[in-house]
């Protein structure tokens, strides 16, 4: 039964809106969840997401983190390939942390927050929306619908969207050798694949995949039987990088093989008088950084704290209000901004193969790989998105 009214009305599915949910939850304030039924056909997320420090901090204080650590891995060391000499190598021990990220079970990260959800006090859940406004009276709408945002669109914001041409082809594998918590990515012009560490379904020796190739590219490997996928992937690891091939060992296939389209997309505005934007509503980015989550629950964090401080100054305002909307708005801009410009500026300069880019680029890896304090300082923006 629906019973308002509510302070919040949280739209959306994802991780984002259940995050958001939760903590406003857990701050005091009267929060309905318009959540769309799950269509019969979803199939298990394979992804596994690398999340940082902050998206961690987030999920232990709503007491989701210690069941998902207990299937997490810490990565920790980082090896990155270019498709010259170029590289880069980050370690937690010369960042001073105990892990520079975990990678964690997409599926599992939902299902939590989803049975957390089910004990949240002062959560109603209610029917999905139709058109741009709330189902129920609420002083501020929150939009975490992700990329396909309806709400968005009825409101009338513009997703400024590029696509990459791209989709990232995501599975789990097991490998051969143990990983010792090392995750590796080669720039392969114009592939990118990522090798994270997990530990399931084999302990200490399994990966997740995240591989972006061409569109053309990445329904061929859908489309391949799971012997010819294994020989495809195993042949592109040989021919990157033959010493990390034979450290890794063989790897073979552990769940279907998935794929995402890539792009970089921005909202034109993400907040107004009673809504904001969170998470892949506003902003999307290539995962190559695997950052896109670590943003948007980074996006939850600070709008959480924004209304806490507004409601302790300014009770006399309620959580609508467009002027304490727009300091959640001007303190997540630059750095999704940073963000996205990192992670689309890397894409394009391994895009391009003539000779001169190819050897500047992999000159510019392994100067920043000499130049301590710019690793350093990039570390620092992926752990604190
Ligand atoms: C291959 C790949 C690998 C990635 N790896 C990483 C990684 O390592 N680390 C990382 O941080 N990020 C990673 N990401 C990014 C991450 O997946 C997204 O940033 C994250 O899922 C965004 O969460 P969200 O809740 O904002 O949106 P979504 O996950 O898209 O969730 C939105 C939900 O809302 C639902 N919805 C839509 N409209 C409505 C409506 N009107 N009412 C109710 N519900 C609605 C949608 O169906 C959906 O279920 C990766 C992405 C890809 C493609």
Redesign the pocket.
């Known amino acids: 039964m629906v019973s308002g009214p509510f302070d919040v009305c949280v ?7 259940m995050s958001l949910a939760l903590s406003l939850s857990a701050e005091g304030w009267r929060v309905a969840w ?3 039924a ?1 269509p019969a056909s979803a199939r298990a997320d394979v ?6 420090a902050r ?1 961690i901090a987030l999920l232990d204080r709503l007491r989701v983190w210690p069941a998902l650590k207990a299937h997490a891995t810490p990565v920790a060391d980082m090896a990155i390939r270019g498709d010259g000499e170029g590289r880069l190598n980050f370690s937690s021990w010369s960042q001073h942390v105990s892990e520079l990220a975990w990678i964690v079970d ?1 599926a599992q990260l939902e299902r939590l927050l989803g049975e957390a959800m089910r004990y949240a006090p002062r959560v109603e859940t209610v029917p ?2 139709q058109g741009d406004g709330p189902p129920v009276p609420a002083h501020l709408l929150a939009i ?8 968005r669109a009825a409101l009338g914001v513009h997703f400024d969207r590029r696509d990459y041409g791209h989709a ?3 599975a789990r594998l097991r490998a051969a050798h143990p990983h010792h918590g090392l995750a590796r990515q080669w720039f392969r012009s114009p592939d990118i694949l990522a090798l ?1 560490p997990f530990h399931d379904p084999e302990p200490g020796s399994s990966y997740g995949l ?1 591989w972006s190739v061409p569109h053309a590219r990445a329904q061929a490997l859908q489309a391949m039987s799971p012997a010819d996928f294994e020989a495809t992937l195993n042949q592109a690891l040989r021919d990157s990088d033959p010493e990390a091939a034979e450290q890794v060992g063989t790897l073979t296939l552990a769940s279907e093989v998935a ?2 389209p ?1 792009a970089l997309a921005r909202a034109s505005r993400w907040s107004g008088p009673g809504w904001v934007l ?4 506003a902003h ?2 290539h ?1 190559l950084a ?8 980074a996006d939850v964090d600070t709008l959480v704290s924004v209304l806490r401080h507004a409601r302790a100054t300014e009770p006399w305002r309620h959580a609508g209000d467009e002027r304490t909307l727009a300091r959640y708005v001007r303190q997540r801009q630059w750095p999704t901004q940073a963000m996205s410009t990192l992670t689309d500026g890397l894409l394009h300069l391994f895009a391009d193969d003539r000779a001169p880019f190819k050897v500047a680029r992999n000159l510019g890896m392994r100067a920043v790989e000499n130049l301590g304090p710019l690793k350093h300082w990039l570390v620092g923006r992926a752990l604190d998105a």
């Open positions: 739209s959306g599915s994802g991780a984002v809106a318009a959540r769309a799950a992804r596994t997401y690398a999340l940082n998206a997409a999905p929306l975490c619908e992700g990329k396909h945002s309806d709400t990232g082809v995501a994270l995240v794929s995402w890539l969170l998470g892949d509503a999307q980015v995962p695997g950052q896109g989550l670590n943003l948007g629950l």
